[in-house]
Each structure stands twice: as C-alpha cells, then as structure tokens.
C-alpha cells in the first residue's frame, strides 16, 4: 500500500504545475484524499481535498481560485492543479488519505519551488 506524489519543480512566480498523487495497493476512488504542505523546520499543513463522492474542501482562502483538486477518469489518481503560484507556495507537497494521516503515515513528498 503506497502514494506518491509527483510533479513538482521550480517555477517562476504566476507560473503553474500539476501534482499528482498515484495509488498502489487500494483505489483511491474509495476514499477522501487530501493535499499537504510542509515547509522545511514549520508544522504540515492541508491544502485541499476531495471526498468520495467528489466535493472538495479548501483548508486557505489563498488556494482559492489558483488550486482545484480533481479525480483521474481511469486511472488511481488525484491531481492538484496549481496556477497562479506564488513564492509562499514553495513546500513539499504530501497526499494522503484520512486513516494514514491518523495513523501518522506519510509518503515521499514532491518539492515545489516558486522564485519570485
């Protein structure tokens, strides 16, 4: 059972990327999933997630029209779609489901770096 997310880079400020998070073991299709920051030496943070049934939830007025979180078709997938990026964005971004979470544990993250 794993996640991992993917995607990240360097951009440049108002720049955009596309993380995403890819299950192995389980389908993600039969739980919430949620996007997290962390800075390095600062506490984790949610971004956003989804539930089951396709409603998602924003955790900070700043992700609010620059991040939407979305489900793949086929595939065991879950996008952060990231535009309009700002230097504070810079973290490594984490995906997880609630019961990981709970149970403290967490995958590779993908680094975002946003140069001003």
């Known amino acids: 059972v794993q996640l991992q997310a993917s995607g990240g880079g360097s951009v440049r400020a108002g720049g955009s990327l596309r993380l995403s998070c890819a299950a192995s073991?389980?389908?993600?299709?039969?739980?919430?999933v949620g996007w997290f920051r962390q800075v390095p030496g600062s506490v984790r943070e949610a971004v956003l997630c989804i539930s089951s049934d396709g409603v998602d939830t924003y955790f900070g007025d700043s992700m609010k029209g620059r991040f939407t979180i979305s489900r793949g078709d086929a595939r065991n997938t879950v996008y952060l779609q990231m535009n309009g990026l700002k230097p504070e964005d810079t973290a490594v971004y984490f995906c997880n489901i609630p019961e990981r979470v709970v149970a403290n544990v967490w995958g590779q993250g993908t680094l975002v770096t946003v140069s001003s």
């Open positions: 073991g389980f389908s993600l299709n039969d739980y919430g």
